[in-house]
Each structure stands twice: as C-alpha cells, then as structure tokens.
C-alpha cells in the first residue's frame, strides 16, 4: 500500500484554503473533490473507495492527487461561495501549485460536475476524463429517490444527537443497510467533515449546478463509470451524461465500491482507459450479463431482475415494461424464491454477482 504524503495546503485565487495530498509517482492524476472532501477520509477509511482506489491506482504507477472542497474536511470552512466557478477555483489552486500542466482528471458524483466545467474550460491541460456515478443537473440529481428522502432528514437535525442520527440514515441508505461496520466507520469521518448548516450550504449550492450546455464542449477522451450498487447514482443521469459529451465511453462496473468494500472493477477499467484511452468490455473482469444456470428463472423475471438491478421502483419497472404494478410484484415474489433473496437489497447483490447489466432493450 502507498502512503500519503502529507497534507499539503493552497490558497485559491478568492483566498480559501485548500487542503490536498499527493499520492504515488508518475503521470499525474487529479481527482476534482466530492462533497464531503476526498483527503480528510483518505486516511481515516482504510477500506474506502477513497484510499484503497487511491493506493491501488498509485500502486500502477499513477500519482494520484485529492483534495477536499471548500468548506469541507480539512479546508477552509467558513466560507460564502460554494457554487460551481468557486469549486473550479479549489481545483484551480491545487493544480497550480503542483506545477501540473497536462494530467488526467477524475470526478466522482460532485466532483465530477467540477470536472467536467475545469475540462470544458482548460481542454489543453487535460489528457482524458474519468467520470464516476456523474450528473450534470444538481436539480435533477436531487430527485433520486434514496437521495431525496435521506436528505429530507437532515432538515430536523437541529441539534448534535439530531445530526449523528441523520449520519447514520444517510450511509445507511448508501450501503443498502447492508453494513453496519461501514456506516459507522463512514459516519463518524462524514461528522467530523462539516456541520449541519455547512452541509445544507453546500447542498443547495450543487441544487443550482447545471453542467449540461458545457457537455457539448468536452473534447478530451472521456469515460463515464456507472456502478449500480451506488443508492445515490442513477443511471438514467449517467447515460446522459456519456450521451452529451461527444465520442465519450460508457461502462457499468458491477462493483460495490463508492458505498463499500469491493473496488476491483473500478481500479481496472480506470487503469486501463488512462493507458489505451478505451475499455474493451463492460463488465472489467469479461464476464457478459448472464444469470446463473438452474434457478429457474424466467426470461421475464430475469428482466425484472435486471430493471431492479439499476435501482428502478416497482411502478417505474411496471411503466417500462407496460404491465401493472400488481404484475411486477407477482414477479418480485417469485424470483425472490427462486434465488432466495430476502429483499430488493438480497436481489440486486444477487444481481450484480451475475452481471446482469441494465434492461435489455
């Protein structure tokens, strides 16, 4: 495992500090920050997607650069500008003071929203673009349904004990409460990143981000990551995304990695864009979308499957597959049987081991 250099600061042009790290030697890779900030959790998550992606990367001979957004983590967090062209700035600072002049720039959910502004606007300096879980309109993006219901609690956290509970609900929606190790790990680092109010500030200032009319603009390779098991990811957001910028790449990687433990997928199709500037198949270990031989299955109930795979409701599955709600439930009850899931969380894990993909069309 690599290690951390160690924190770093740098003034941004409007006088916010940023706190970064660099991480291994080699062709510079920056990744533009998500909410939360991406170098406080490094150290404190030893199996999170932010440190074993990191190290792992390192270790292929990338030199992988993260920092924390303003008003989060480690950086400046009294601050009044949160919006979109302040954000570009943090990333602005850091790559100025490295002295990096052409690098790859990754984002992740909010991060990727600033990288897609940094590479419209300095398409020179960017060699290509990895785009994890990306959207490119906050309106849009707080209308998933996990997201918008987990956020609708922190509007009662008033006090102290009221933002731990609201810590708890929110990764426990990210892990599917699945985890219960994860979230509380997770959780006392996200406590410890912001406040209740520097939380709310920042949320409605990505609620007003709008990436879409810079789409057109990218230029540099681009490849857009989607991972199913991420509850606050949306396909539906992803696929525009890849289909606005052009000649971009679109991949599902069936990992469980930016809310869990399992980060293979992501590590590999990320290394292997970077060095040939393509992914050679959807699924990074090869294996194609298929469900496992003698479960019984129907060719309908494996479509229902693969629907509920990318974190469609019952009533969104029924209206694509234009039966009734009723119909979709009957399924749901029978497919459950027949692999032995106890649930929509069983079912998806179920799901992606088999690589089943998005609904065929």
């Known amino acids: 495992m690599m290690n951390s250099s160690a924190v770093r600061y740098v003034k941004t042009s409007d006088g916010v500090r940023i706190a970064f ?57 009294d601050v009044d500008d949160l919006g979109l062209d302040a954000r570009v700035r943090d990333l602005t600072a850091v790559v100025g003071q490295l002295g990096l002049k052409k690098f790859a720039l990754g984002g992740l959910d909010n991060g990727a929203a600033t990288a897609i502004a940094y590479a419209a606007r300095n398409p020179r300096a960017v060699s290509h673009l990895v785009l994890q879980s990306p959207w490119a309109s906050g309106a849009r993006y707080f209308e998933i349904p996990e997201l918008k219901i987990s956020l609708s ?9 009221e933002w731990k509970i609201f810590g708890n609900i929110l990764g426990g929606v990210a892990t599917g409460f699945a985890d219960r190790e994860f979230v509380r790990v997770g959780m006392e680092a996200f406590l410890r990143t912001t406040s209740s109010a520097g939380f ?92 496992a031989p003698g479960n019984g299955l129907t060719p309908r109930e494996v479509e229902v499957l693969r629907h509920v795979a990318t974190g469609l ?9 234009r039966v009734a709600v009723a119909t979709i439930e009957r399924h749901l009850v029978n497919l459950y049987t027949k692999i032995g899931a106890r649930g929509r969380s069983d079912a998806i894990a179920y799901a992606l081991r088999h690589h089943l993909d998005t609904p065929r069309s």
């Open 200 to 291: 709310a500030a920042f949320n409605r200032a990505t609620m007003s981000i709008d990436v879409t009319p810079l789409l057109p603009q990218i230029t540099v390779p681009t490849l857009v990551v989607y991972e199913p098991a991420f509850r606050f990811g949306s396909f539906e957001l992803c696929q525009e995304v890849a289909a606005g910028i052009p000649n971009a790449q679109f991949v599902t990687v069936h990992d469980n990695s930016i809310g869990g433990w399992v980060h293979d997928g992501h590590v590999a199709t990320i290394d292997q864009f970077l060095r040939t500037g393509t992914v050679t198949a959807r699924a990074p270990h090869g294996a194609s979308p298929s469900i």
């Open 313 to 321: 409701t019952n009533k969104e599955i029924a209206a694509d597959l």
């Open 153 to 161: 609690a922190s509007a009662l956290a008033t006090t102290d004990h």
């Open 21 to 77: 790290i660099s991480v291994g030697e080699g062709p510079a890779l920056v990744f533009a920050s998500n909410i939360f900030g991406e170098a406080f959790g490094y150290p404190l998550l030893e199996g999170s997607h932010w440190r074993v992606v990191t190290d792992r990367l390192a270790a292929l001979g990338w030199r992988v650069i993260r920092y924390d957004v303003r008003g989060m983590g480690n950086s400046d967090r």
